[in-house]
């Protein structure tokens, strides 16, 4: 391999200027009908300015020599450079870098396609700011027809942290790749992800162009059509995690999860804080699984129950936090409710009498203003808690000081979803995948992993005590409805994220413990404060259908369900 | 001797005592036993409750899962509608010759 930069001018008969983009092609015993595809794709390039860097990595097939030597000269602008020895997709990925002359990279794998707006699309994209940007994607399927298009959000650091979901199509500032260091040797299978970090450490956030501009190919070999055919890859992945969070400071650690792709990030809790639990209630009873409750009882003493007892002084839980429970209790509700949770929380217990009309936001306020935690978590009292590290699982994420609140994911009592963050789409406000299985794992993988939102629900949100007092807490316009979105939109007003998570979860008994229809007013209210911030979500995507939140495709760009393929070579559509 | 007679009383005390015991636990025994199996009844109901409540949520999910399949096939419907019927029943209408050279075709 020639080490010298920018072999280009030396290799092409017509000296010219510095190309916007250099494409880099690493290429191993690729399929040789899918090389040409992937060649010719950036050949067709409505954009001009570009040279495409391709390294063999020591294939043994003929054929792809064959292939390379039938496209190298054909567009004057791809240098092939052969390597002597195979050094893996980590070492071939950097010779490419290393010849590469362009302002931007371009990292385009051996077997996938370009749309032949690509890079015009991307050019379109490019301004002084931001020095990475990425593109949504979707899959080419061995039939030649592409489907499953994977509409992405906008940059998601904790999603990235989670799993890969940037992937292709991906443009960075060469200036950049080279001051991270380019690709790392060892990481092969995860090098991109764990490029793609680094770059998020020195250059975020990334810039999303919301358009599908590249065919990502399913084969059996590749990670697209089986993500298990490369195990080891994910293990890779899972390092790459680490080293990043090491490199942030963040004291956690990454292992691979529970899904092909996802990586667990596991943080300890620090300092051991104290959680102000705010549980606004009137005593509601209802029934649930066949027996009779009052639910504020029963959602304090899930809380406690991990410590398997039920009377405590000072309750403290597994995992070093300390809880206080402050509840806001309506006037003239039974005495009984008092005693009850006197019994279940006691002198961890503080009670707040509230003699107004009913008001969430102000019974929030209240209850805060009497605490005294460094976290509060607003708790509803038809709730259940149903993982006991939930708490833990929260305030390992808002110990960030870049994390403003904190969501869970909540279950209906039959086991579907009720809670996986808000999405504000189009005017329209709702909980996304509302209803669905409790144990799937979404579209995407968006319900398996930790990811940013625009807002959650304050049914289980965990805020960190200064961020709540410097949004100046809930908003007392909104008495009933949207107080929650309205104060998720603050919080990310004052520039920090909000993160649902999986592995924090509640059973919440919706509509259990009171009926509080959505007014008119009230929706004026947020559209009239919020307008643009309810009308597009960063966290969804501009090519998802309106009035819906379960990443339904505008029409016909579904094309056919995905397929596999089956241990006999058979393709299954699902 | 008197040392003698108080371990005496102190032993026929401790024999009464222990009497007395066995005998309100042979009185409370059972009720508290069947308050345990109580316990235990109840914790078993409240689990096939919460089972049996999961099991209809699994296929209310599915119904939801199926809801967005079908939405995603209604879409693509009314947009193949729209793009192809429609426009070609208004070539066929702007056209009758071709129309009814069409519709001889795909009569045969």
Redesign the interface.
Known sequence: MNGNRCTTSEQLSTPRAQPRFSVLTTVYDTEPDHLRACLASVDAQTEQSWEHIVVDDCSQRPEVRAVLAEFDGQSGRRTVIYRSDNGGIAAASNDALTAACGEFVVLLDHDDVLTVDALAAMGGHLRGDADVYYSDHDLLRPDGRCASPMYKPDFSLERLRNHNYITHLVVARRTVVDQVGGFRSGFDGAQDHDLLLRLAEVSAPFDHVPEVLLHWRQSPASVASDSMSKPEAYNRGARAVGDHLTRCGIDATAEPGKYAGIYRIRRPVRDRPTVSVIVPTRGSRGRI???ERIFVHDAVASLLRVTGQHELAGAELVGGIDLEIVAVIDEGTDAVVERGLRSIAGDALTVVTYGRPFNFSEKINVGVAASSGDYVLLLNDDTELLNPGSLQEMVGLAQDRSVGMVGAKLL??????QHGGHVYHRGFISHAL?????D?PGPYRALAVERECSGVTAAAALVRRDVFDEVGGMNEAFAVNYNDVDFSLRVRASGRRIIWTPHASWYHFEQQSGEHPILDEEILTVQQLWGRDIDVDPFYNSNL?PG?T?W?????R?GAPPYEVLPDGRVSWG | MMRSMAENDVSEELVELRSEVEHLRALVGPSEDDYRKLQLDLLGARDVAIAAEAEAGVQRGRNQLLETELARAQRDFQWFRERVLVRAKAFRDRSPAIGRAAGRLTSR
């Open positions: 699984w066949g027996a209906f009592e039959d086991g579907r979803l509302l209803g669905w299985p409790g799937h259908a819906r379960d339904l495709e505008l029409p016909l579904s």
